[in-house]
């Protein structure tokens, strides 16, 4: 729960710090558009790091659950699973087992949360922007 607090701050702040920077950027609407998506981005990449990070500890660090299908488990292999189960790609290539079955869940519906939080900023930023063309 900790951890989706975390993301949850993490994507505020990043969105929060955006909107305010917008309107002392002196760029065109459409270098605008590109900033917001942009943080946007940027702030679900440390959110998927974080949670890749945290099943790497979890599993490799505490024993607390592994993952079926993780050949190595690599930070690579667990960024991949973290940003597919983010994303509810879920593409079913892994599964998660033991302890890591909750956080799992709860990635994807922090993930899905965030996506459409980015998406909404996105249109609202655009509704004001796209107007200045």
């Known amino acids: 729960m900790a951890l989706a ?3 949850v701050l993490i994507h505020y702040e990043t969105l929060r710090l955006t ?7 002196h760029m065109s609407p459409r270098q605008r558009i590109l900033v917001v998506i942009g943080a946007a981005f940027f702030a679900h990449l440390v959110e998927v790091t974080l949670y890749a990070a945290s099943y790497l500890a979890l599993a490799e660090v505490l024993g607390a659950g592994q993952i079926s299908g993780l050949p190595l488990a690599g930070f690579y292999d667990y960024f991949y699973y973290s940003m597919t ?9 892994f599964a998660p ?8 869940a709860m990635e994807s519906l ?3 949360m965030m996506i459409t939080w ?5 249109y609202l930023a ?3 922007f796209w107007k200045l063309h």
């Open 5 to 7: 607090v975390a993301v």
């Open 85 to 93: 189960t983010y994303t509810t790609l879920g593409i079913g290539d």
């Open 97 to 104: 087992m033991e302890g890591l079955r909750l956080l799992t």
């Open 118 to 122: 980015s998406a909404s900023f996105t």
């Open 126 to 128: 655009m509704e004001k």
């Open 110 to 112: 922090v993930g899905l």
């Open 19 to 25: 909107s305010l920077s917008l309107a002392r950027l």
